[in-house]
């Protein structure tokens, strides 16, 4: 390659590195985000059991994932958990216990049999 082109090529490189760049600043940058109201969080709720449903085993993995930062099943009874953070940025600790008590069994295994 002549040596006449090498600074126009590393100058077009550079602002593309420069260009890149930018775009991750924005990428990275949290967007307008604002909290659920009740209403909508009682929805997305009582929405979640039918999305479950309908979702595969990365569906579900990522169900999970996005809402709970920390999840303890603790026999049939007792699921305790700790909420990610957009989960907390959405309103959702205002509508969720940190604790549940499951008042009925599922299953009597760990094997997810159904009753």
């Not at 059991?49 to 809402?67: H, K, T, Y």
């Not at 957009?86 to 309103?91: E, H, P, Q, S, V």
């Amino acid at each position: 390659m002549p040596s006449s082109r090498r600074p126009h090529r590393s100058g077009r490189s550079l602002r593309r590195w420069r260009r890149l760049d930018a775009e991750e600043q924005v990428a990275n940058e949290p967007f307008g985000t604002r909290r659920l109201t009740p209403p909508e969080i009682v929805d997305y709720t009582r929405s979640l059991p039918r999305l479950w449903a309908d979702s595969g085993p990365d569906g579900r993995q990522a169900l999970v994932v996005a809402i709970f930062a920390r999840l303890d099943v603790l026999g049939f009874q007792r699921l305790e958990y700790e909420l990610a953070p957009d989960a907390i940025d959405l309103g959702f600790d205002a509508a969720l216990p940190p604790v549940l008590e499951l008042e009925s069994e599922i299953g009597e295994s760990g094997r997810g049999e159904r009753i």
